[in-house]
């Protein structure tokens, strides 16, 4: 089992910035590759951005040039830097994990974090 644990979350004003963490414990040798998810109300959960184990990225087109996503392999935690928050980024943000990279980004998750609440005021 593998536990994912979000931080970082909160209140900002548009247009500006947030850092995601998400702490990975447990059986991590696993999981190769990670991601983040966010759920808006009454939306369906969708993919924000994945990392692989090498650092190859994928993102969605929605934040290209606004989020970036890294990964700190020696202490299996990933983050999700995010600037120019607009309030249509409002939601909560998910950590998730898998065994690829390709699986991650088309929702085959093996593991799921607990979820952060992300709130931007206009």
């Known amino acids: 089992q593998v536990q994912l644990v979000e931080s970082g979350g909160g209140l900002v004003q548009a247009g500006g910035s947030l850092r995601l963490s998400c702490a990975a414990s447990?059986?991590?040798?696993?999981?190769?590759?990670f991601g983040w998810y966010r759920q808006a109300p009454r939306k369906q959960r969708e993919l924000v951005a994945g990392?692989?184990?090498?650092?190859?990225?994928n993102y969605a087109d929605s934040v290209k040039g606004r989020f970036t996503i890294s990964r700190d392999n020696a202490k299996n935690t990933v983050f999700l830097q995010m600037n120019s928050l607009k309030p249509e980024d409002t939601a909560v943000y998910y950590c998730?994990?898998?065994?690829?990279?390709?699986?991650?980004?088309?929702?085959?998750?093996?593991?799921w974090g607990q979820g952060t609440q992300v709130t931007v005021s206009s």
């Open positions: 447990g059986s991590t040798f696993s999981i190769a590759a």
């Open positions: 990392i692989s184990s090498g650092g190859t990225t």
């Open positions: 998730a994990a898998g065994a690829a990279l390709f699986k991650v980004v088309t929702g085959a998750i093996d593991y």
